[in-house]
């Protein structure tokens, strides 16, 4: 029996996931993340007092990709972690430490600053720098998709698991997160939830801003219903009304794929909106 040390909202849900996609037998261990260092179980497999960590028989691991890369390894083969045969494993294994290395780890700063900084340095240059660092590294993500309907190619793997827990994580810290229903055009209609980032130029009153997020959602065409990625990008402008109230015009262009067949390809559509935002305190 596999033992995961830590849980959900952690890093530890890469690890949970990828143990239920394999179906796996496992237990969650949980760590009192404010008693870590007083948990010498936890302490004795993970000195660095960071979570997840498991323990497998008489191995112990940390890490979370690199306990996604075992696990495939060792329980394998499965499709969620191609061998090195495979044409798709140079996307693979880059893209699974991508996950961490480059979108997980900015927002490591972001959350030191605004759970544990004295309010005065909640939004410091640091925290402000892994935001725009995060939202300009998860354009990767948008390239990437563009070359298949998941991360690694046309197959959902562990890279998957890992890049989009860093997206999912993102909420958490401010980053945008809004549901959109849209129309593009050709009989469809998009449902989906983006999490992004805005590049905010205050500029007196009015705010201009650009946009990026990535998301999924419910695609709704004349074939039926599909489920895929999407990402949408643009730019607009908040005027203030009053303290509670702006206006704010916003256009954006929404890319996505309708897995309708395996060869779907992308494609695009334009979105205005404009209205009354409120600003909730």
């Not at 010498?40 to 497998?56: H, L, N, Q, T």
């Not at 997206?167 to 401010?174: A, N, T, V």
Request: hydrophobic fraction near 40%; charge should be neutral.
């Amino acid at each position: 029996m596999i033992t995961v040390f830590g849980a959900p909202p952690t890093r530890a849900l890469r690890v949970l996931w990828m143990l239920e996609e394999m179906n796996l037998p496992y237990e969650v261990r949980r760590v009192d993340f404010a008693k870590r260092f007083e948990d010498a179980e936890f302490m004795a497999i993970k000195p660095a007092g960071s979570v997840p960590a498991i323990r497998d028989g008489d191995a112990t691991l940390n890490e979370s990709c690199a306990i996604l890369e075992y696990l495939g390894a060792k329980y394998g083969p499965t499709p969620l972690a191609p061998p090195p045969s495979d044409p798709n494993y140079p996307a693979y294994i880059s893209m699974l430490h991508f996950g961490e290395a480059s979108l997980g780890a900015p927002l490591n700063i972001l959350v030191a600053s605004r759970f544990f900084a004295p309010e005065e340095h909640k939004k410091n240059w640091g925290a402000e720098f892994s935001i725009e660092l995060f939202v300009r590294r998860s354009a990767v993500l948008q390239e990437r998709l563009k070359k298949g309907p998941y991360i690694a190619g046309g197959a959902f793997t562990a890279a998957d698991i890992s890049c989009v827990y860093a997206i999912g994580l993102s909420k958490h810290f401010g980053f945008d997160n809004y549901m959109g229903i849209y129309s593009v055009g050709q009989g469809v209609t998009l449902l989906s939830d983006f999490v992004g980032g805005k590049f905010m130029l205050p500029r007196g009153k009015v705010t201009p801003y650009a946009l990026a997020g990535l998301g999924g959602g419910y695609f709704s065409a004349g074939t039926g219903a599909a489920t895929s990625f999407a990402t949408r990008y643009g730019g607009g402008m908040t005027i203030p009304i009053n303290d509670s109230v702006a206006w704010r015009v916003e256009y954006s262009r929404l890319n996505f794929h309708l897995q309708t067949s395996p060869n779907s390809a992308w494609t695009s559509g334009n979105n205005f909106a404009a209205g009354i935002v409120f600003k909730l305190n």
